[in-house]
């Protein structure tokens, strides 16, 4: 049972790059969630699903788009990357909706030149 | 807005010192939920507790507990007797199901540092 996983674990990409973070859960989650952590900010939601083929905006959504084309996968595109899109990723996943448990993956690094 | 504030950005101690992170909330519901996490120098973030508006008793999990007094709106996390594994930086976050159904409001966490 590997919970949430993440790929890749480190990007670096130059300005107006594109590229799509992978995130899957094994545990039968209805619920998906992308995060950005930055320093001294805590953790913001960009978007999340409440289930497969469901997208919705979270806080801080500008600038990404994701897809749940599957109930184990939330795949997070960045169209074109910009330095404040600097961040660490982390996705996550719950058996309801944000008021159950969130279970996090282990994160990604992405840097923009 | 749902809002979690930890004042605390820093906070070193001596291994063995008991220690308390401070967590304040603003809600404007009845029904909520408060958590704390952890995340450790490898990055992941770790569950401890997540607590329900409508349960105030205190928590205590081997070294850890938890106070949570919706009087002052806080949700206090104390180690006790600290070791140099608690180093970590700790989150506190909100869940606000009726006006915020998806969304977890987190605090900018409290960095612990413990010292041998």
């Known amino acids: 049972n590997a919970g949430v996983t993440q790929t890749p674990k480190f990007r670096v990409l130059k300005t107006g790059q594109s590229m799509t973070l992978l995130c899957a859960q094994d545990m039968n989650h209805e619920y998906m969630y992308w995060y950005r952590q930055d320093p001294g900010m805590g953790l913001r939601l960009i978007h999340y699903?409440?289930?497969?083929?469901?997208?919705a905006k979270g806080e801080v959504p500008d600038g990404y788009n994701v897809s749940r084309l599957k109930k184990q996968n939330f795949l997070l595109g960045l169209e074109s990357a910009a330095p404040s899109q600097t961040s660490v990723y982390f996705c996550?996943?719950?058996?309801?909706?944000?008021?159950?448990?969130?279970?996090f993956g282990p994160g990604t690094r992405l840097t923009v030149l | 807005a749902q809002k979690v504030t930890q004042a605390q950005t820093e906070i070193s101690v001596v291994e063995k010192e008991d220690v308390t992170l401070d967590c304040v909330y603003e809600t404007r519901d009845t029904t909520y939920y408060l958590f704390w996490y952890k995340q450790p120098p490898s990055g992941e973030l770790v569950f401890l507790i997540r607590?329900?508006?409508?349960?105030?008793q205190n928590e205590i999990s081997g070294r850890y507990s938890w106070n949570f007094q919706k009087s002052t709106s806080s949700f206090n996390f104390t180690i006790t007797a600290s070791q140099v594994v608690d180093s970590a930086v700790y989150f506190c976050a909100l869940s606000e199901p009726r006006y915020n159904n998806n969304d977890m409001r987190f605090g900018a966490g409290t960095r612990l540092t413990v010292k041998p």
């Open positions: 699903s409440v289930g497969e083929g469901t997208t």
């Open positions: 996550a996943s719950s058996y309801g909706r944000a008021s159950d448990t969130q279970y």
């Open positions: 607590r329900n508006s409508f349960d105030e």
